[in-house]
């Protein structure tokens, strides 16, 4: 048997090539870092392990789904007691209004919530919802922003293209397949610059319906606005009569129980909420003031339907999961942690002399390659080195320490609440011989 076949990673990824696209399930899961995708047999607590039983410190955590761990025990009797009630979709139970209720009692903006299974559904669904209350059709997204995959919000996200000229954006595509003429609908500004949103509302503001912006912007790893700005966009959007939106699918409960909007101290009309919000299990939500939400059907005319919302499993998960990202405490240790990684990995990069930095708010962070100082504008993440960032990345896992590739370009990691101090240590020893070995290597 040649040592190829032998290594059971390659041989599945070639077996999956012949039955999935790419052989991956999501366009991102080819790890570039590696040149194959990164094949996990299970995870538990802080930590995965790979087919051939190898434990990694996980800094992916399912792209900030798993905040709470890898098979937490309490989300895990929450599926098991969904599965015995027979993993019922397509229909009420008293499950649905406990989420609902604990969700409004946790996160400023919302009175009600309707239940998705993905961001990507969310986002749509809340654009559409805000188009049916004000009767415009277009909306303000910002330079960068990330808000799924449906045909209306593809437009400037991931790496800055060239053609994204700075000051006023054009809409660059970021898919085959979707429809020209949905750039019509969309607005495009600099994220941070309030006089370009002052600028648009001025000129376009009887035709916007809402601005849609991630008020963490965890997505080109993490750019932290204003305070002050948000609280202008806020007032600005009041003045306007468009509905403001936090995009919280990535940034709910990085920072606290109320999410970005509590530590902003900046309430939204409406919001999604996800990721993490069911302990790693399928579900998002929409939600916000009760006058709103309150458009849609059977109330409203916004349509809203799925057969698998809120089903049992997740709604049961997200419960259980609740109870934990509900107490003040669980945030304390996690902005321990986030001290202890960011400034470690800053002090390491410092200390070789190597041009990376580490930025991060709450339990997620961004790692730019390539320079030192810090990162405001989306657009200054077009100076990446990627080709560096996979070094460090293929670094990292060799030494036990998974990170996302990404492709080498920014992108958000993190961290959960089953990771301990030592576990932050071993990342930071790996990072430490990563880095000397890169340095010793150039
Ligand atoms: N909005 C934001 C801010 C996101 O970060 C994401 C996913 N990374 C989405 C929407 C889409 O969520 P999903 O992948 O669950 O469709």
Redesign the pocket.
């Known amino acids: 048997m040649s040592s190829k076949a032998a290594n059971p990673h390659q041989a599945l990824y070639e077996s999956a090539r012949q039955v999935l696209p790419g052989g991956i399930s999501s366009s991102i899961r080819l790890n570039r870092a590696l040149g194959r995708p990164f094949y996990i047999a299970r995870g538990e607590g802080a930590y995965l392990y790979d087919l051939e039983g190898r434990e990694y410190v996980d800094l992916l955590t399912a792209?900030?789904a798993a905040l709470l761990g890898h098979d937490h025990p309490g989300v895990r009797a929450a599926i098991e007691a969904a599965l015995r009630c027979g993993a019922i979709c397509g229909t009420e139970t008293p499950a649905q209004s406990r989420v609902a209720a604990r969700l409004a009692e946790l996160i400023p903006c919302i009175d009600m919530v309707r239940f998705t299974c993905?961001?990507?559904?969310?986002?749509m669904h809340v654009l559409r919802l805000a188009r049916e209350i004000t009767g415009r059709e277009k909306f303000i997204k910002f330079d960068g922003?990330?808000?799924?995959?449906h045909d209306a919000v593809m437009w400037n996200y991931g790496p800055p293209a060239a053609a994204e000229a700075p000051g006023a954006p054009r809409p660059v595509v970021k898919s085959g397949g979707v429809p020209r003429g949905l750039a019509d609908y969309v607005v495009l500004l600099p994220f941070n610059d309030l006089e370009a949103v002052r600028r648009a509302l001025w000129l376009h503001g009887h035709e916007i319906a809402a601005v849609i912006l991630?008020p963490i912007h965890?997505?080109a790893g993490c750019i932290v606005p204003d305070k002050a700005y948000l609280h202008a966009l806020r007032s600005l959007c009041q003045e306007h009569g468009v509905i403001l939106i936090f995009?919280?699918?990535?940034?709910a409960f990085r920072t606290g129980p109320g999410c970005a909007q509590a530590y902003f101290d900046v309430t939204p009309d409406l919001c999604?909420i996800?990721?993490c919000v069911a302990g790693g299990t399928?579900l998002?939500v929409f939600g916000g003031r009760r006058e709103l939400m309150e458009h849609l059907r059977p109330l409203g005319d916004a349509e809203h339907s799925g057969t698998y919302n809120a089903n049992l499993i997740p709604i049961m998960a997200a419960e259980a999961a609740l109870a934990e990202l509900g107490r003040p405490a669980l945030y304390d240790h996690l902005f321990a942690l986030a001290d202890r990684l960011y400034a470690g990995m800053n002090t390491v990069f410092g200390r070789h002399r190597f041009p990376a930095r580490c930025q991060g708010l709450g339990a997620r962070f961004g790692l730019y390659f390539g320079w030192n100082e810090e990162v405001r504008e989306y657009r200054e993440t077009a100076r990446q080195d990627t080709a560096l960032a996979l070094e460090f990345f293929a670094g990292m896992v060799k030494r036990g320490v998974y990170l996302c590739d990404n492709g080498g370009r920014p992108t958000h990691h993190g961290f959960s609440a089953a990771h301990t101090a030592s576990d932050i240590d071993r990342v930071l020893q790996a990072t430490d011989d990563t880095v000397a070995a890169l340095v010793k290597g150039r």
């Open positions: 792209h900030g993905s961001g990507t559904e969310a986002t922003h990330f808000h799924g995959y991630e965890y997505n995009d919280e699918i990535l940034s999604t996800g990721k399928p998002s």
